[in-house]
């Protein structure tokens, strides 16, 4: 079945101590990304990344880190975050956006709640 | 810089009436996507539709329907005839330049009352 899973589904942690959303994708797509959904705000693209070692920031970067060292996996990392990262996170991927007839397929979320 | 306006924050309709969400854009580019997608309050993202800017023509599926209007920016979303399986929120996607990032507007979330 072709799917994006995310890891964890729920995380309730505290200020600065370090965490990782882990992201996987069995479709062999190009573009991942991550997104931060907030009441009022929609999703707002955090990082994407078109291939193996290519990542760029989107809209709301700070605090956040990404890597792709594996064209299936975009982890994302709060090296140090802060309660303002509480926030519910979608992961996503693609062949590439708006290339091909495939539209970005989403994970189911990641509910991070930074105390 | 691409951004997408849902001005519609909330809307609620009796079952059966016949809904549009609004969905306004803006972008430099010639070339570009837009998107919507829905969101169940079970919270998962479920593409609707795709359309690229030199596709102006109208699409049909079901119950849904959609105007991509380029002279005007829209790009609107109708629901004939809504159901209570179509409460949920709702976004309007814009890919451009490049297609590499992607902005969402702010979600219209629609409850559909029995």
């Known amino acids: 079945e072709a799917q994006v899973t995310q890891n964890p589904r729920y995380l309730i942690t505290v200020t600065g101590k370090k965490l990782t959303v882990t992201c996987s994708q069995n479709?062999?797509?190009?573009?991942m990304s991550w997104y931060r959904q907030d009441p009022g705000l929609g999703l707002r693209q955090i990082y994407y990344?078109?291939?193996?070692?290519?990542?760029d920031k989107g809209d709301v970067p700070e605090g956040y880190k990404v890597s792709r060292k594996e064209k299936r996996n975009f982890p994302l990392i709060l090296e140090s975050p802060s309660p303002n990262q509480t926030s519910l996170y979608f992961c996503?991927?693609?062949?590439?956006?708006?290339?091909?007839?495939?539209?970005?397929?989403f994970g189911d979320g990641t509910r991070l709640s930074i105390l | 810089a691409q951004k997408v306006t849902q001005a519609q924050t909330e809307i609620s309709v009796v079952e059966k009436e016949d809904v549009t969400l609004d969905c306004v854009y803006e972008?430099?580019?010639?070339?570009?996507?837009l998107f919507w997608y829905k969101q169940p309050p079970s919270g998962e993202l479920v593409f609707l539709i795709r359309r690229n800017s030199f596709d102006e023509q109208n699409e049909i599926s079901g119950r849904y329907s959609w105007n991509f209007q380029k002279s005007t920016s829209s790009f609107n979303f109708t629901i004939t005839a809504s159901q209570v399986v179509d409460s949920a929120v709702y976004f309007c996607?814009?890919?451009?330049?490049?297609?590499?990032?992607?902005?969402f507007g702010t979600g219209t979330k629609l409850q559909v009352i029995p």
């Open positions: 479709m062999n797509h190009e573009y």
């Open positions: 972008t430099r580019d010639t070339t570009y996507y």
């Open positions: 990344s078109m291939n193996v070692e290519v990542t």
């Open positions: 996607a814009l890919s451009s330049g490049g297609y590499q990032k992607v902005t």
């Open positions: 996503a991927s693609s062949t590439r956006v708006g290339d091909s007839n495939q539209p970005q397929h």
